[in-house]
Nanobody, 119 residues
Framework: QVHVVESGGGLVQPGGSLRLSCAAA????????MGWYRQAPGKQREEVAT???????NYADSVKGRFTISRDNAKNTVYLQMNSLKPEDTAVYYC?????????????WGQGTQVTVSS
């Protein structure tokens, strides 16, 4: 089994910052990439940021310049530093892990952490 656990969500005022963490554990042979999606009420899930274990990154246009994704390969952990938060960033943020277990490659998801941006 592969377990994915997110943390760091909360309530912040517009312009504030949060740092999300995501750790993967289990019988993992190799992690290929980790990243974050988010889903707001009534809206479709959207990709926020992704980082490969070679440190290539990708960001949604809506968060470029405000969010930074990073990783610690040794700890199987990814972080999302969110600055200059806006009310439209309010959503449940889900971490995913693209990993290889033996000969199989699959994506695994965390339970989500709530981010609320409101005055």
């Amino acid at each position: 089994q592969v377990h994915v656990v997110e943390s760091g969500g909360g309530l912040v005022q517009p312009g504030g910052s949060l740092r999300l963490s995501c750790a993967a554990a289990g019988s993992i042979s190799r992690i290929n990439a980790m990243g974050w999606y988010r889903q707001a009420p009534g809206k479709q899930r959207e990709e926020v940021a992704t980082i490969t274990w070679a440190s290539s990154t990708n960001y949604a246009d809506s968060v470029k310049g405000r969010f930074t994704i990073s990783r610690d390969n040794a700890k199987n952990t990814v972080y999302l530093q969110m600055n200059s938060l806006k009310p439209e960033d309010t959503a449940v943020y889900y971490c995913y892990v693209d990993c290889t277990r033996g000969i199989w490659r699959n994506n695994y998801w965390g339970q989500g952490t709530q981010v609320t941006v409101s005055s």
